[in-house]
T-cell receptor, first 110, second 113 residues
Framework: SQQGEEDPQALSIQEGENATMNCSYK?????LQWYRQNSGRGLVHLIL?????REKHSGRLRVTLDTSKKSSSLLITASRAADTASYFC??????????FGKGMKLTVNP | ETGVTQTPRHLVMGMTNKKSLKCEQH?????MYWYKQSAKKPLELMFV???????ENNSVPSRFSPECPNSSHLFLHLHTLQPEDSALYLC????????????FGPGTRLTVL
């Protein structure tokens, strides 16, 4: 399965600190995406990184992709209480299927 | 908001009821998806429609019946569900099928008694 797996499963930090989340997957991919989900709501797309890209930035978000290690990391800098949510990585291979990990819960304390 | 709406937001039904979930996207996308999200399990893809044609049925039981009358609307018809079908049902859309980000609706929280 190409299912991504986030690590750690839960992270609690103070406002202003950086948060790093990791994702590992098993098979070759076309792209890897990160999503955020606030409690009981739909997922919101954060950033997409293609297999030929190594790093991408979007505002306070920085994503890296290492295809040789089959891993990705999401860094949120200068975290805010509003960043409290569950974060999912999702991988897309040769079809339209987007395969999600179980997610990890980030808590940013004010 | 994401441009994808779902109704109802909450639904409680008995095992003998028949109900439908509705999804509408206002983004001009061509592909639409149904996902099931249960506690402590990965998001499960149920169905994929591309240009109104079903392109994926991820071994979903027949008590779930999708319908896609046009590229903007997607339904999930429910009948004789089981308590283990209680979950958050999410609809999503994307411009095309591959290499695209997906835009999610807020979900329908379904409880089967």
């Amino acid at each position: 399965s190409q299912q991504g797996e986030e690590d750690p499963q839960a992270l609690s930090i103070q406002e202003g600190e950086n948060a790093t989340m990791n994702c590992s997957y098993k098979t070759s991919i076309n792209n890897l995406q990160w999503y955020r989900q606030n409690s009981g709501r739909g997922l919101v797309h954060l950033i997409l990184i293609r297999s030929n890209e190594r790093e991408k930035h979007s505002g306070r978000l920085r994503v890296t992709l290492d295809t040789s290690k089959k891993s990705s990391s999401l860094l949120i800098t200068a975290s805010r209480a509003a960043d409290t949510a569950s974060y999912f990585c999702a991988t897309q291979g040769g079809s339209e299927k987007l395969v999600f990990g179980k997610g990890m819960k980030l808590t940013v304390n004010p | 908001e994401t441009g994808v709406t779902q109704t109802p937001r909450h639904l409680v039904m008995g095992m003998t009821n028949k109900k439908s979930l509705k999804c509408e996207q206002h983004l001009g996308h061509n592909a639409m998806y149904w996902y099931k999200q249960s506690a402590k399990k990965p998001l499960e893809l149920m169905f994929v429609y591309n240009f109104k044609e079903q392109t994926e049925n991820n071994s979903v039981p027949s008590r779930f019946s999708p319908e896609c009358p046009n590229s903007s609307h997607l339904f999930l018809h429910l009948h004789t569900l089981q308590p283990e079908d209680s979950a958050l049902y999410l609809c999503a859309s994307s411009q095309g099928r591959e290499m695209d980000e997906q835009f999610f609706g807020p979900g329908t929280r379904l409880t089967v008694l």
